[in-house]
């Protein structure tokens, strides 16, 4: 978007996930003049930061976590810089009873997993990792997907076979062992996975899909971003409740809804505290459509020509006398 409205862009990706960045980059090498599209590689400190700060960086959008999209804002104040942010997500996937008949059944595992983004290891900021299911179907709804992960496979992501790959690096992955150490100890119940070995102990960052029920929304695998393939159960019977559970963070980024009901389904998007919503779908953006989140999810929007304009042009009035 930056370079359709016309500006330059510079591009800095994470420093554990350059590649593929660089490969778009040598792709491009042909298509736009010298200096319009730029990739610099570093870490935060050595690239990042000194691109935020930078005065001839007009705007800036950043992709990333809570903690680092603070600086970055910090960075754009300072200057009074343009700034979008994308950030965390702590997002609910919701099930009514009508969504889990039998006939619907399989369906509805298959969303249930999609949404949670088990196929990128959990590692998205939309992963639907706080599932509410009503109670009349909380047990098959589990079910059938504890029995559709057993059938993922979970090895090197180079290789077509496999289904879900490794955490980025030994630092997230340390993390995600963590929340569902603590959580096992504070009494969840393990329904498909284990805790994993340490990653000095492990020939690859690989854990397992994780599902865990009996776990409170006050547990901080709840109410913390993961980022990584742990899924929680909670079984709900009072929608007024469930909604407040769903609310009851301080992200708001994605939400998923499954009812057969539109007004139930629009009624429930209406009320959840989320930029951007699902019902019956768990994929990926539509093109053309507004992305952004509530809360703490981040500022501003983008992947819509609104968004575009908002983000990387600015109005200019002139008022002229003949």
Same mark, same amino acid.
């Given at each position: ?5 016309? =500006? ?39 690239? *990042? ?8 960086? $007009? ?5 990333? $976590? ?59 900021? !939309? ?17 059938? +997907? ?15 076979? $496999? ?10 992955? /340390? ?6 150490? #603590? ?18 102990? !492990?020939?690859?960052?690989?854990? *397992?899909?994780? +599902? ?19 899924? +929680?159960?909670?079984?709900?019977? =009072? ?20 009812? =057969? ?8 998007? #209406?009320?959840?505290?989320? *930029? ?16 952004? *989140? ?5 500022? /501003?929007?983008?992947?819509?020509? #609104? /968004?575009?304009?908002? $983000?990387? !042009?600015?109005?200019?009035?002139? !008022?002229?006398?003949?």
């Amino acid at each position: 978007m930056a370079l359709g409205t016309g =500006n330059t862009l510079v591009l800095k990706p994470a420093e554990d996930a350059p590649l593929a960045v660089i490969k778009v980059a040598e792709l491009a090498a042909d298509i736009f003049p010298a200096g319009v599209f730029n990739v610099v590689t570093g870490t935060g400190i050595e690239a *990042g930061a000194p691109l935020s700060n930078h005065p001839d960086v $007009s705007k800036i959008s950043f992709t990333g $976590s809570v903690e680092v999209g603070k600086l970055v804002a910090h960075a754009a104040a300072d200057r009074i810089a343009k700034v979008t942010l994308e950030l965390g997500g702590k997002s609910p996937c919701v099930v009514y009873p009508d969504a889990a008949t039998p006939e619907q059944l399989d369906t509805c595992a298959t969303n249930v997993i999609n949404a949670m983004r088990f196929a990128r290891q959990g590692q998205s900021c !939309t992963a639907g990792s706080r599932l509410f299911i009503h109670r009349d179907v909380f047990e098959p709804v589990v079910a059938k +997907v504890v029995e559709k992960l057993k059938a993922m496979k979970v090895g090197d992501a180079l290789d077509e076979a $496999s289904d879900i790959g490794a955490i980025i690096n030994a630092e997230r992955y /340390g993390e995600v062992c963590a929340f569902i150490r #603590e959580a096992v100890d504070r009494g969840a119940k393990v329904e498909i996975g284990q805790v994993p070995a340490p990653a000095n102990d !492990t020939d690859g960052f690989m854990p *397992g899909p994780v +599902v865990l029920t009996g776990v409170d929304n006050s547990w901080r695998v709840v109410r913390e971003e993961v980022f990584g393939p742990v899924l +929680v159960a909670i079984p709900w019977t =009072n929608e007024d409740e469930m909604i407040g559970w769903a609310n009851d963070t301080h992200y708001g980024l994605a939400a998923y809804i499954f009812t =057969n009901d539109i007004t139930t389904a629009l009624r429930a998007a #209406e009320r959840i505290d989320a *930029g951007w919503l699902q019902i019956n779908r768990a994929g990926g953006q539509i093109p053309g459509m507004s992305y952004g *989140g509530a809360k703490q999810s981040g500022i /501003g929007a983008e992947y819509s020509i #609104e /968004g575009a304009l908002e $983000s990387y !042009t600015y109005r200019k009035s002139v !008022t002229v006398t003949v």
